[in-house]
């Protein structure tokens, strides 16, 4: 094992808007202070009963149109390592491809899996 799945992070238009509506759906807290994540107007979580859903806001965002394949489905993993150097290693031998390895004192990395969805490594 080289991760533990951290939550799962969907694409939006407004992060804090989509969290509330899961909420309505799923219950749980919204924005919980957590040192994984920082809060702010791009970035929100929902934390359920051992899930947390994270909300991306992405500027000039398209949603998808179920079943089109030209707007595909939006979302990515965020898989929590304790060593990121040593993980990314290890997931670039099981064939992901390294996106964007920030500047070096950032706490997460973005990668590619072999079918090219993206995924990120993020230290605990």
């Known amino acids: 094992m080289i991760a533990k799945l951290q939550c799962v992070v969907l694409d939006c238009p407004d992060a804090v808007e989509l969290a509330r509506f ?29 899930l947390v859903l994270a909300f991306q806001r992405v500027e000039n965002h398209r949603p998808p149109q179920w079943p089109d394949p030209a707007r595909p489905q939006q979302f990515h993993l965020d898989l929590g390592v304790d060593d990121l ?9 099981q064939g992901a491809a390294l996106l964007d390895a920030g500047d070096g004192d950032r706490s997460w990395r973005v990668f590619a899996d072999p079918a090219g969805h993206p995924f990120c490594l993020v230290r605990e």
């Open 22 to 50: 899961y909420q309505s759906l799923l219950g749980g807290e919204v924005n919980r202070p957590d040192p994984r994540w920082e809060l702010d107007d791009d970035w929100a979580t929902l934390h359920t009963d051992g």
């Open 85 to 93: 150097d040593r993980a990314q290693d290890q997931a670039l031998a």
